[in-house]
């Protein structure tokens, strides 16, 4: 029985994908490959059109995360990081292994005014740092370009983490920096560290080379990567994003929401997040027995998530990314109401 993936990612692939993926890779400086990277930042361009520079460099989404923490973070710099999920406290972690000096805030979901005040109580912040959507708890914080301008207002930089969040989850507005990743909404296989960059790294200290994003941010525009990029990926991207602005984020979104509405409507456990900050990527729900659901659901050809961290035991995560249908999840629901009732 061949497996389907429900998970937060990767994400079930679609066929066109996976044949593009599989060819032999060019050589990263021909005009053959130029070519084809120049038609995907230029669609990377048009899903998210905020005058910022898509960047593509070999790795994951927490590597993203990691190249805008080093390239906007000097050692002693105040950072404030809103947290709520798993993922915050690693964009936390992030900052401390670069010398930044952290101030958590947690919040359920982000309100920008008690950004502002927590900010100005700390004084001198150089960065705010949040989770666009928290992939450990199903949680959309849909307003994130609105601490663009708390970030502006304190003379601040913004760096947000949107690795299971955009396209399908879409920023809109202005942001400093965003990272996030191939292998979830934007539909491609794992191995694409991808950034959007509307402001210039202002480091003092050094930067690892693989990590330098002014290099990164020159190779895109002159379509030179400074070093060999995730050749296949791109290949990957090339036709997922065709799929993507077929429909216009909007569309994307839309699909989202109504895939993720299916299990919140009908599953028969507690969604974890709140309305309206519930993930359209990403669902968590409150599970007694998050073990069995996962077995059960494998027998019937899906592969779920538990819970992470504290909450291992306590939650099951149901992704809708990737080549998912109604159909699928309205199988999830019978199979999990049949064990919860």
Do not use: C
């Not at 109580?121 to 601490?147: F, P, Q, Y």
């Not at 509405?261 to 729900?285: H, K």
């Amino acid at each position: 029985m061949e497996l389907k993936l429900l998970t937060p990612g990767p994400v079930q692939l679609p066929r066109e994908v996976l044949e593009a993926v599989a060819r032999q890779p060019l050589f990263h400086r021909s005009v053959e490959f130029r070519e084809v990277l120049g038609r995907v930042v230029e669609k990377l361009r048009m899903v998210y059109d905020y005058n910022s520079t898509p960047v593509i460099a070999p790795g994951t989404g927490t590597l993203a995360v990691d190249i805008a923490v080093y390239n906007y973070v000097d050692p002693g710099d105040r950072v404030l990081v809103v947290v709520n999920g798993v993922f915050g406290e690693r964009l936390a972690e992030s900052i401390e292994s670069r010398g930044g000096v952290v101030y958590k805030l947690n919040l359920d979901h982000v309100e920008p005014d008690i950004v502002e005040d927590y900010a100005r109580r700390i004084g001198d912040v150089k960065v705010v740092a949040v989770v666009h959507n928290e992939t450990s708890m199903g949680i959309a914080n849909r307003i994130v370009e609105k601490l663009q301008g708390v970030a502006e207002s304190l003379g601040a930089i913004l760096i947000v983490d949107s690795v299971s969040g955009m396209p399908a989850e879409p920023i809109r507005g202005r942001v400093d920096v965003i990272a996030t990743a191939s292998h979830k909404a934007f539909l491609a296989p794992p191995g694409a560290s991808i950034l959007y960059v509307s402001v210039e790294p202002k480091v003092k200290t050094k930067v690892p080379p693989s990590m330098d994003l002014r290099r990164l941010v020159k190779g895109s525009i002159t379509l030179n990567p400074p070093y060999t990029p995730p050749i296949n990926v791109v290949y990957g991207l090339d036709v997922s994003l065709d799929m993507i602005l077929k429909l216009g984020v909007d569309g994307y979104h839309e699909v989202h929401r109504l895939r993720a509405q299916t299990l919140y409507r009908n599953l028969r456990l507690e969604p974890v997040a709140r309305e309206p900050y519930r993930s359209y990527t990403v669902t968590a729900f409150w599970a007694p027995n998050p073990d069995l659901i996962v077995r059960e659901l494998r027998k019937h050809g899906y592969i779920i998530a538990r819970g992470m961290g504290v909450y291992e035991d306590k939650m099951i995560r149901v992704g809708v990314l990737g080549d998912v249908s109604i159909d699928d999840l309205r199988r999830v629901v019978e199979v999990v109401n049949n064990i919860v009732d």
